[in-house]
């Protein structure tokens, strides 16, 4: 699976912005996709998942209530939506894809895009 993450800039704190992902090469609807980010000097960090149908979700605390997740399968691009951000969220932000499921590791995720750069000024 070829993943492609577009999407990401510089907003103001409080703004929104929506990524989005795009994937090629096998079945997308066979994979549960999840998006991950990295701020400069950290270690890559869950953000959320979806399930192969869309149908489940799970996000990490820090982003709850103001992070959706979503998926079109028939467009073959997953989605997020980033409402309230703050200035904490900037990162570098990638799309991901895994066989398993609702899992938050980095290990169980077979497919990585090229990720895309999320800037939030004060």
């Known amino acids: 699976v070829q993943l492609q993450a577009s999407g990401g800039g510089l907003v103001q704190a409080g703004g929104s912005l929506r990524l989005s992902c795009v994937a090629s090469g096998r079945p997308f609807s066979g994979y549960a996709m999840g998006w991950f980010l990295q701020a400069p000097g950290n270690q890559r960090e869950f953000v959320a998942v979806i399930s192969r149908s869309e149908y489940s979700t799970y996000y990490a605390d820090s982003v709850k209530g103001r992070f959706t997740i979503s998926r079109d399968n028939a467009k073959n691009t997953v989605y997020l939506q980033m409402n309230n951000l703050k200035p904490e969220d900037t990162a570098v932000y990638y799309c991901?894809?895994?066989?398993?499921?609702?899992?938050?590791?980095?290990?169980?995720?077979?497919?990585w895009g090229q990720g895309t750069l999320v800037t939030v000024s004060s």
């Open positions: 991901a894809a895994n066989k398993y499921g609702l899992t938050y590791r980095p290990q169980d995720y077979d497919y």
